[in-house]
């Protein structure tokens, strides 16, 4: 029977309560809730709110609840309202009055904002360990390609010599923002909602002190309306989880071009890739595009969750419930997204010989040219038309400007000399962008050891 039944003279439609019932989602948050009900009954019995005999056989019994549901000795009942209804149901049936005692100086408001406090804390923690492992592996294929060139891309046109390590690193610094943003989401996550009860608090001589301490949050929320109506804490997850997709699709987008034949500058392993039907050539980037795709329904949770909150009134609302399976949504795809991720970037081939033939192509070293004349004496935009003029020459002739010959170079200016082919080579293109952020191998090479001390002695 549902805990407001003395107020009502008839029971609830069946659909309807199927409607209105959370236990399918909500059951996953057993474990906080159990954990939060017994440092609620400890304090309860330190202030002396109830017997020390009560606390010790609802603390007990609330355990062994959740080493049997871990255990699967017990199932947890699919027609009960919610997972808090159902741990206390339980605990009453076992205790009788005792276990009812439970619920004193305490609210479904509060103890479910504690709850999804509490899970959303642990899964922060945990796809910030996933994003660990991933910049182990992005850093690992770093290091391995400090000095493999390619073409860097403006508006999907080749533009100027990079490595493939610099290119990777990029996606790097992403995913440390990416961390940040995770933390500091964690840092404002972890404040006790518990106290706040239905809406004004209680009163009974309660120590919310004790509480936080007991389950580790960092401070208490300091208004009861606030503690049990905020879901902030719920979109700015999901914003940044947002953000993370974001940054994996435009990594795995990356993965669908360049394993196409028109780049072929990668190979996906045939653990990562699927076939065709009638095709028996195809090799196809099946899970990059799945990451791609899911990116969509991150987005979509997020405006969930917003949409929901948009319009709601002071304090709590049934409209909130909706707050859980978005966000458990956005939780588990990010989580399944960066799993697969992982081994897929750990085994790709890389295509070096065809990154660097691409790279060959398309005068990406056009303004290396130009600063050729400029560290002559000329200025930059005069030096910028000229090589302009020269790069029209060289298509008309269906030649590179490592081609061009001299006699050449100097019909457009004197200052040209044979040392023009050492400054346009590509290597030397991406050795002398030895600025801090800069493509060269030493400098790539100074960040990736940055980033892995970062890793190894902050995060």
């Given at each position: ?37 017994v ?22 019994e609330l ?31 076992r ?17 479910v ?97 004790y509480?936080?301490?007991e ?24 914003s940044?989880l ?41 090799k ?11 990116t ?36 588990d ?22 990154m ?13 040219c130009?600063?050729y ?30 081609e ?13 000399e ?6 346009i ?31 190894n002695?902050?995060?």
């Amino acid at each position: 029977m549902p805990l407001w039944e003395g107020r009502f003279k008839k029971s609830i439609d069946s659909k309807t309560n199927d409607f209105n019932s959370s236990i399918s989602f909500d059951s996953r948050l057993y474990k906080q809730d159990i954990q939060g009900s017994v440092a609620h009954a400890k304090m309860l019995s330190k202030q002396g709110i109830i017997a020390q005999n009560e606390a010790d056989k609802i603390v007990n019994e609330l355990n062994k609840i959740k080493k049997e549901i871990d255990n699967n000795t017990i199932a947890i009942d699919a027609n009960a309202e919610d997972i808090h209804m159902f741990i206390e149901a339980e605990l009453t049936k076992r205790l009788g009055d005792t276990g009812k005692r439970l619920h004193t100086a305490r609210s479904r408001n509060d103890q479910v904002a504690l709850d999804l406090r509490m899970y959303l804390k642990e899964e922060t923690n945990t796809i910030i360990e996933l994003l660990k492992e991933l910049l182990d592996t992005l850093l690992k294929k770093a290091e391995e390609n400090t000095e493999t060139v390619m073409p860097g891309y403006t508006h999907m046109q080749r533009a100027q010599p990079i490595t493939f390590a610099h290119h990777l690193m990029a996606y790097v610094e992403m995913i440390l923002r990416d961390i940040d943003r995770l933390n500091c989401t964690y840092k404002r996550m972890n404040v006790l909602p518990l106290g706040s009860c239905a809406l004004a608090g209680t009163t009974y001589n309660i120590d919310r002190e004790y509480v936080k301490e007991e389950l580790g949050f960092y401070d208490i929320s300091k208004n009861s309306l606030d503690g049990v109506s905020d879901r902030d804490f719920v979109i700015e997850l999901a914003s940044t989880l947002s953000i993370i997709m974001m940054h994996l699709s435009r990594f795995s987008e990356e993965i669908i071009l360049w394993c196409s034949w028109e780049f072929k500058f990668i190979e996906l392993d045939d653990a990562f890739s699927t076939g065709s039907s009638i095709m028996p050539q195809k090799k196809n980037p099946d899970i990059a595009e799945l990451i791609r795709g899911k990116t969509g329904r991150v987005y979509g949770d997020l405006i969930t969750l917003l949409t929901m909150m948009k319009g709601l009134p002071l304090a709590y609302n049934k409209d909130m419930q909706e707050d859980k399976e978005a966000i458990f949504d956005s939780i588990d795809t990010v989580k399944i997204c960066i799993i697969t991720l992982i081994p897929m970037i750990d085994t790709i081939k890389i295509l070096k010989q065809n990154m660097r033939n691409a790279a060959s192509k398309g005068f990406i070293n056009a303004t290396d040219c130009a600063d050729y004349l400029v560290k002559k004496g000329i200025p930059f935009r005069k030096a910028y038309k000229i090589v302009g003029q020269i790069v029209s020459f060289c298509i008309e002739k269906n030649i590179t400007l490592e081609e061009m010959q001299i006699e050449d170079y100097k019909k457009f200016d004197d200052n040209f000399e044979s040392d023009i082919y050492n400054e346009i080579s590509l290597e030397k293109c991406v050795t002398n962008r030895n600025v801090i952020g800069g493509p060269s191998p030493i400098q790539v090479t100074k960040r990736i050891e940055e980033v892995k001390k970062y890793i190894n002695n902050t995060l």
